[in-house]
Every structure is written in structure tokens, then in C-alpha cells.
């Protein structure tokens, strides 16, 4: 099955500075990747999406960028803000439309 | 974006009864919606995929008689846990969807289940 790995598991950060969290996926047929953020207590939130057909994707401050050929998508966050501290997952859409989240990072952004 | 309701949000019970909680989306047709659980300061386990009219699918590991899933109509998936026990307590959301898992999936608040 898919496997689905994710870093950092924490992150902090400095008002506006830039925010990467990374995850690598193991099936080749995975083609859609998304982020999801999630406050305490809270739902998840997509935030970004991106297809396999493209490489990369922005929305104002929060980008993705994939790397088919290294099985690898990140989500970059630009000009973080204390309300950006949350955990953010990632997702991997696979063969057979098996889904698989990552195992979370959780960013800190400090004043 | 879409909405999905959950329901009850927080239900505490004895061990040994059954749990049913409710998903529902509000404003679509959610062919497709999914089951998590997730633990404290821990990912989103999915659980299993049930598609109006059909059979759910379950994740390996996942007991089929344990977690009952219903899911009759476009809009409404229910999820019981039978004879609960304290190991079930956990976070359990539900996310809806189009016809394929690729398609945006709008979560649920969660249901928090506490088992004593």
C-alpha cells in the first residue's frame, strides 16, 4: 500500500518568515496531493491541492510544489502569521483512489 | 465550500453499549464519504469509504462488525460503534465527496467518544 512519510513533526518559525513542510509518497499512481490544516479540536481544512499534472500551484501566500519523478510535494507558507500556527497534513491520493494522510507537522509561529 | 455536519459532537457512554454518530452534508450530493479516527496529536486514520447505496469499503485492521456504516442516501453516512469499549474512545471524523476520492473533501467537526 501507499506510504506516506512527512517532516518536519514541529516546526517554528518567526513572524514572517517562509514555512516547508515536505512529504514523500511511495505509489507511482498517486495523482493528487492535498493540504490540510487543522486547529485544535477542529476539522481539517483543505488549503491547497494539486493534480499530478502540474508542478506547482499558488494561493497568495501558501504554494505546493510536486516532484513526480521524486515522489515528493511540499507545501510552502510565505510570510507566516501567528494564526498560521496549526497542524497541517498532508494527503496522498493513490492507485486505486486509496487515500493516505501523512503524519502531521506542527508549525509554531512566533511573534 | 460545501458543508458536512456531525452528530453528536461529544458523547460519552459505558462500555459494553452502542454508539451511532451521524454525517450529513448540507448543501450536495455526497456520493462518497469517508470514516477517520484520529488520536491525540496523531494523523487522520481512515477507517473506511462508503458509497451511496453500497457496501462500505474497510481499511485493513479496521472490524466491519465493530464500526457499522450506513450509508442510505446522498447526504446522510452513519457510523456505529458496537459494544464499546475504553480503547475506542477517540476522535472520529467523517468527510464527504463527489464520486471520486480525488475530489475535494469537505470533513466534518468530529465526534469526540469517550468510553468508560
Known amino acids: 500500500g501507499e506510504n506516506v512519510e512527512q517532516h518536519p513533526s514541529t516546526l517554528s518559525v518567526q513572524e514572517g518568515d517562509s514555512a516547508v513542510i515536505k512529504c514523500t509518497y511511495s505509489d507511482s499512481a498517486s495523482n493528487y496531493f492535498p493540504w490540510y490544516k487543522q486547529e485544535l479540536g477542529k476539522r481539517p481544512q483543505l488549503i491547497i491541492d494539486?493534480?499530478?499534472?502540474?508542478g506547482e500551484k499558488k494561493d497568495q501566500r501558501i504554494a505546493v510544489t510536486l516532484n513526480k519523478t521524486a515522489k515528493h510535494f511540499s507545501l510552502h507558507i510565505t510570510e507566516t502569521q501567528p494564526e498560521d500556527s496549526a497542524v497541517y497534513f498532508c494527503e496522498s491520493t493513490g492507485g486505486g483512489n486509496k487515500l493516505t494522510f501523512g503524519t502531521g507537522t506542527q508549525l509554531k509561529v512566533e511573534l | 465550500g460545501a458543508v458536512v455536519s456531525q452528530h453528536p459532537s461529544r458523547v460519552i457512554c459505558k462500555s459494553g453499549t452502542s454508539v451511532k454518530i451521524e454525517c450529513r452534508s448540507l448543501?450536495?450530493?455526497?456520493?462518497?464519504m469517508f470514516w477517520y479516527r484520529q488520536f491525540p496529536k496523531q494523523s487522520l486514520m481512515l477507517m473506511a469509504t462508503s458509497n451511496e447505496g453500497s457496501k462500505a469499503t474497510y481499511e485493513q485492521g479496521v472490524e466491519k462488525d465493530k464500526f457499522l456504516i450506513n450509508h442510505a442516501s446522498l447526504t446522510l453516512s452513519t457510523l456505529t460503534v458496537t459494544s464499546a469499549h475504553p480503547e475506542d474512545s477517540s476522535f472520529y471524523i467523517c468527510s464527504a465527496s463527489g464520486v471520486l476520492s480525488t475530489d475535494t473533501q469537505y470533513f466534518g467537526p468530529g465526534t469526540r467518544l469517550t468510553v468508560l
Open positions: 494539486i493534480r499530478s499534472n502540474v
Open positions: 448543501d450536495f450530493q455526497a456520493t462518497t
